[in-house]
Every structure is written in structure tokens, then in C-alpha cells.
Nanobody, 117 residues
Framework: QVQLLESGGGLVQSGGSLRLSCAAS????????MGWYRQAPGKQRELVAT???????NYVDDVKGRFAISRDNAKNTVYLQMNSLKPEDTAVYFC???????????WGKGTLVTVSP
């Protein structure tokens, strides 16, 4: 009964900024990691950024310096601040969480980000 709900997607011009949010709810006993994946048209889903409990963050190379992941533990919410957006960032962005002692994986339904030239 874990649900991940994304918000914040939309249409933005190249060079603009957008902030995605994902709130986890339900039977949450331990969050091992939260993060974001994306799937662009004609491409496989790829990892964008993760934030693991313990303080480690990880980014795909082409968003380093532009995107920043953060987490509010009290709200079980993860954010993705996206700056200097490019048309290549256009994709459906999916929230991800690894929850529980045995590392169950959960996915949001996705939020569409469209970056116009």
C-alpha cells in the first residue's frame, strides 16, 4: 500500500527551471533511497538522480551542475530542482523509492516535462 505521487511537470522554455516533487505515502517503515528516472521519446528509462539514506547522492552525467535532488524526511518527499533545462531533457519523469528492510521498489506514474527550444 505504498504510493508515490509526482507533481511539478509541465511546459517550460529552454533555459528555464522546474521543480518536481514526489511524496510517498502508505505503509512506510524505512526508506532506503528515493530518486528520479526519466524516459524520453524513443529511449529507455534512465536514472537521473538518487538520494540514499546515509547521505549519498548520485546524478547522471548530463544533468550534473544543472539538477539537484533533495529530500524532506519528515514529509517522505523527494524533490528535483531542474535548472538550465534543455530540449533534450524532455521526458516523462518517474519518482522511485526503495522501501523496507528487504528493499522493495516502488514507482510513481510519472509526470511529463516538456522543454521547448
Amino acid at each position: 500500500q505504498v504510493q508515490l505521487l509526482e507533481s511539478g511537470g509541465g511546459l517550460v522554455q529552454s533555459g528555464g527551471s522546474l521543480r518536481l516533487s514526489c511524496a510517498a505515502s502508505g505503509s512506510i517503515f524505512r526508506i532506503n533511497a528515493m530518486g528520479w528516472y526519466r524516459q524520453a521519446p524513443g529511449k529507455q528509462r534512465e536514472l537521473v538522480a538518487t538520494d540514499s539514506t546515509g547521505g549519498s547522492t548520485n546524478y547522471v552525467d548530463d544533468v550534473k551542475g544543472r539538477f539537484a535532488i533533495s529530500r524532506d524526511n519528515a514529509k517522505n518527499t523527494v524533490y528535483l530542482q531542474m535548472n538550465s533545462l534543455k530540449p533534450e531533457d524532455t521526458a516523462v519523469y518517474f519518482c522511485y523509492a526503495n522501501i523496507g528492510n528487504f528493499g522493495g521498489n516502488y514507482w510513481g506514474k510519472g509526470t511529463l516535462v516538456t522543454v521547448s527550444p
